[in-house]
Nanobody, 123 residues
Framework: QVQLVESGGGLVQAGGSLRLSCAAS????????MAWFRQVPGKEREFVAH????????YYADSVKGRFTISRDNAKNTVYLQMNSLKPEDTAVYYC????????????????WGQGTQVTVSS
């Protein structure tokens, strides 16, 4: 089992940057593939990016490709989301998620979730 805690959210102007962190408990963090999702009130949670257990492969939603970068440091049990060129439409609660199963962009594929961190981008 793994517990996830996100941090790094906040208020930023359009065009700015933020780096989110997701700290995981447990000794088996390096076994999990990780992902970031986001959710706006009243809308479904949507996929942002995922990364394999080794960090060797990443995948992004079209809406963030070229602007966001997912990475991980298995020695620190942490996954990151570097967000550049932020837009007002990136405003959402961002969640990290973990899976031992197949990596993908669907919520049911993930077994563990953090509580989320708010990102607000002003225009």
């Amino acid at each position: 089992q793994v517990q996830l805690v996100e941090s790094g959210g906040g208020l930023v102007q359009a065009g700015g940057s933020l780096r989110l962190s997701c700290a995981a408990s447990g000794r088996t963090f390096s076994s999990y593939a990780m992902a970031w999702f986001r959710q706006v009130p009243g809308k479904e949670r949507e996929f942002v990016a995922h990364i394999t257990w080794s960090g060797g492969s990443t995948y992004y939603a079209d809406s963030v490709k070229g602007r966001f970068t997912i990475s991980r440091d298995n020695a620190k049990n942490t996954v990151y989301l570097q967000m550049n060129s932020l837009k007002p439409e990136d405003t959402a609660v961002y969640y990290c998620a973990a899976t031992l199963g197949l990596l993908g962009s669907d919520l049911p594929q993930y077994d563990y979730w953090g509580q989320g961190t708010q990102v607000t981008v002003s225009s």
